[in-house]
Nanobody, 115 residues
Framework: QVQLVESGGGLVQPGGSLRLSCVASGILFRIYRMGWYRQAPGKQRELVAQITSDGKTTYADSAKGRFTISRDNAKNTVFLQMNSLNPEDTAVYYC?????????WGQGTQVTVSS
């Protein structure tokens, strides 16, 4: 059974930082492209950042320069370091695992940026 379990969300003030983690089980993690998506209320889910099996990264324009995606294949974990957060970053953040076959999603973790 495939599971992606996110953690690290919470309430943070504008300008603050959070580090999200996603632990995967039931997949051969090292061959998967891993991504972070987010969905704000009333909006469509959007890609935030992605890292390939060989470590290549891509970012949404809104995340460039502020967010960093990384992975630890030994721990089946993907991270999203988020700095300089602003209220527009408030959303549920989802972990995603994809390859040539099925795509898997986590249950999401809430990030709220507010003073």
């Amino acid at each position: 059974q495939v599971q992606l379990v996110e953690s690290g969300g919470g309430l943070v003030q504008p300008g603050g930082s959070l580090r999200l983690s996603c632990v995967a089980s039931g997949i051969l993690f090292r061959i998967y492209r891993m991504g972070w998506y987010r969905q704000a209320p009333g909006k469509q889910r959007e890609l935030v950042a992605q890292i390939t099996s060989d470590g290549k990264t891509t970012y949404a324009d809104s995340a460039k320069g502020r967010f960093t995606i990384s992975r630890d294949n030994a721990k089946n974990t993907v991270f999203l370091q988020m700095n300089s957060l602003n209220p527009e970053d408030t959303a549920v953040y989802y972990c995603n695992a994809g390859t040539l076959g099925p795509i898997y999603w986590g249950q999401g973790t809430q990030v709220t940026v507010s003073s």
